[in-house]
């Protein structure tokens, strides 16, 4: 699989007294994307958690290249750049739905660890399944 | 123990755009009371929950009485006001600490239960060392 | 209108560690119904801040009457039970969707303001749009 | 001024089900290192605010390099290491107390905007009181 575009909209909590998404909530969506990317590659991570597999976040980076406001229907772009044996790089694009102005874009990078939080090698569904799209 | 006081400095990513403490947040700060009230009570949260007891809420009740911005340090007052074998009702004011100017009362309904989230008698230190303060 | 049906999926930044969706998240899953319910009246949230009213929440009520979990897709269902000139009381049912099983139940009003929030009339929309829902 | 060192306690409400505090919240923290910096400069932010400077974050980096816990007292180290005539880089170093153990590393990068979000320069009391620390 190459890419998913997912649709969230942006909630009144979400938002700051600056009339902007706060910053962190980026984050947030970037997960979103890749719940989405995840299930659609025929592994929701719920079932990889239940199945022992745990990807917790080891680095995050976002350039926020506008501006995302209350209610805006934002969309999430999200692929694979690098797949290593215990880690996954996903990046992610978002942009305003209705224009396709640019909101942010996210650099994600994915530890694969066991219940005690051990180094363990992604599942062959991913291994296999995930297409790895190079450049930007 | 009768009350606590606790601090707390509103966060940016607390505000909305209306430039206020979105309302969700109220519930955290009840939160933050309500840990602070158990710790010196002597019975840390995190180690109440390390020996089995979990208390989740189960009803929570907010009137916002006034405003909270960016940077306010509030105080959260912190009180029991009903104990049940399996229950414990906190009460919580909170308030600008540089003008004592109301900012929400709260209600709490904790349920203690173990973790398959059956219900659990509250443990012998809670039942005893709580003070139930009645009236307002 | 009488009532809005809205779907939310349950974010992981939306669990704790107890394995459950954090109790403050409900408030925002009920506003998320409120502002699907403005939007089918015919008067989108947005709107209505841009023309001067706002809608601060003034009390909040949530009894948890069961758990929800990472991943789960979520029905809000929304109505309003009582008007006043300057007050909404909205009420809300949060259920699993899969299986119709209880979250939450909750109650919310909200006080109409202006831009210095002071007291201000509903607008005509709503006032006249809003179908009040009695009893549950 | 070259750095500060501010303490923040993890919230349940920040962790997560897999029983760390949740990525997107670390942006918090360093913003609370920041506000903090900011305030022993003799300029709180919500006094630049006020005045019309706005600082919207424009870049976000954050390495995770050890794990926060439910209550865990952390302290979150603050210096800058760039300051160009309307952008500020700041660094952030978070670890726990008790020990020291690493939790996270962020570089954030601010814009200072006016309020139609054109760049303008920073105050002179930024520029001018900051001590920029080169290196790591």
């Known amino acids: ?3 998913t575009t997912t649709e969230v909209r942006v909630r009144y909590s979400e938002t700051d007294q600056m009339g902007l998404v706060y910053n962190s909530h980026l984050l947030v969506y970037f997960e979103i994307g890749r719940v989405e990317y995840m299930r659609e590659l ?5 079932d990889l958690e ?17 501006q995302a406001r209350y209610d805006d229907l934002l969309e999430i772009v999200t692929w694979v750049d690098r797949l ?3 880690r996954i790089d996903f990046r ?3 942009r305003r739905k209705a ?9 994600i990078v994915l530890a694969c660890v066991d219940r ?3 180094p363990r090698r992604l599942p062959a569904e991913i291994r ?9």
Chains 1, 2, 3, 4 share one sequence.
């Not at 976040?57 to 976002?62: F, L, S």
């Not at 296999?128 to 930007?136: A, Q, R, S």
């Open 84 to 86: 290593r044996p215990t």
């Open 92 to 94: 992610h694009q978002v």
């Open 128 to 136: 296999e399944g995930v297409e790895v799209v190079k450049g930007e």
């Open 50 to 66: 239940a199945r022992g597999f745990l990807l917790p976040v080891v680095e995050a980076h976002c350039r926020y290249t506008g």
């Open 42 to 46: 025929g592994t929701p991570y719920a």
């Open 1 to 3: 699989m190459r890419t």
């Open 116 to 118: 005690t939080m051990h």
């Open 99 to 107: 224009d396709s102005a640019p909101v942010a874009e996210g650099h």
